[in-house]
């Protein structure tokens, strides 16, 4: 099932061009953007939006709480499955270079690099949790979750990815991680 935001909203609040909100996909538990003019649906925010206003506007109303759900333990009992939550920031060169809270994304890989690398210095020092980060911070929707993926096994994720997270103990957190969707920190949740 799929709903209209319970958030009232404009677009001087959301950012978002004429004609476009946000919803909500119960399916996926993800906002997503839908043209009420063209029923056009898409998971990035469409061209002409504001990206400070509406990475103000979702972490605003977007954004799961603090604390990681508790999930059932058999959701892993076979224990051939992780979870983990991460940290994406995006290049040009970045297989989808477009993201949540901004729709262009034209920075270079070394600038992306850069942009992590403080964001990975303010997690190890404990000076901010990866998860509070990424809700505010974070190229990837998941962003809206605190970075955090759920459960997936082997050969549910780019190569890179998957080895630099299974390789993690629960609690730890990555170096930087690269794939083809950009640059990444991760957190192992169990």
């Given at each position: 099932m799929i709903h209209q935001s319970p958030f009232p909203q404009s677009s001087s609040e959301t950012g978002l061009p004429?004609?476009?909100?946000?919803?909500?996909?119960n399916s996926k538990n993800l906002p997503?953007?839908?043209n009420?003019?063209?029923k056009e649906s898409r998971w990035e925010p469409p061209t002409g939006t504001?990206?400070?206003?509406?990475?103000?506007?979702?972490?605003?109303?977007?954004t799961a709480p603090l604390s990681h759900p508790p999930q059932p333990v058999s959701s892993n009992a076979s224990g051939d499955k992780i979870r983990a939550a991460h940290l994406l920031v995006k290049h040009k060169d970045s297989r989808r270079p477009s993201s949540w809270k901004d729709p262009s994304i034209t920075r270079t890989k070394d600038e992306a690099l850069e942009i992590l690398r403080g964001h990975e210095k303010r997690i190890?020092?404990?000076?901010?949790?990866l998860g509070?980060?990424?809700?505010?911070?974070s190229d990837c929707?998941?962003?809206r979750?605190?970075?955090?993926?759920?459960?997936?096994?082997?050969?549910?994720?780019q190569r890179e990815f998957e080895e630099a997270a299974f390789a993690l103990k629960p609690g730890e957190v990555s170096g930087v991680v690269d794939t083809a969707s950009g640059v990444h920190l991760i957190e192992r949740l169990e």
């Amino acid at each position: 099932m799929i709903h209209q935001s319970p958030f009232p909203q404009s677009s001087s609040e959301t950012g978002l061009p004429p004609s476009w909100e946000v919803r909500h996909s119960n399916s996926k538990n993800l906002p997503y953007y839908f043209n009420a003019t063209t029923k056009e649906s898409r998971w990035e925010p469409p061209t002409g939006t504001d990206p400070q206003k509406i990475k103000t506007y979702m972490s605003t109303h977007h954004t799961a709480p603090l604390s990681h759900p508790p999930q059932p333990v058999s959701s892993n009992a076979s224990g051939d499955k992780i979870r983990a939550a991460h940290l994406l920031v995006k290049h040009k060169d970045s297989r989808r270079p477009s993201s949540w809270k901004d729709p262009s994304i034209t920075r270079t890989k070394d600038e992306a690099l850069e942009i992590l690398r403080g964001h990975e210095k303010r997690i190890k020092s404990g000076e901010v949790g990866l998860g509070e980060l990424a809700t505010s911070e974070s190229d990837c929707s998941s962003a809206r979750k605190k970075g955090d993926l759920g459960f997936f096994g082997h050969g549910d994720m780019q190569r890179e990815f998957e080895e630099a997270a299974f390789a993690l103990k629960p609690g730890e957190v990555s170096g930087v991680v690269d794939t083809a969707s950009g640059v990444h920190l991760i957190e192992r949740l169990e």
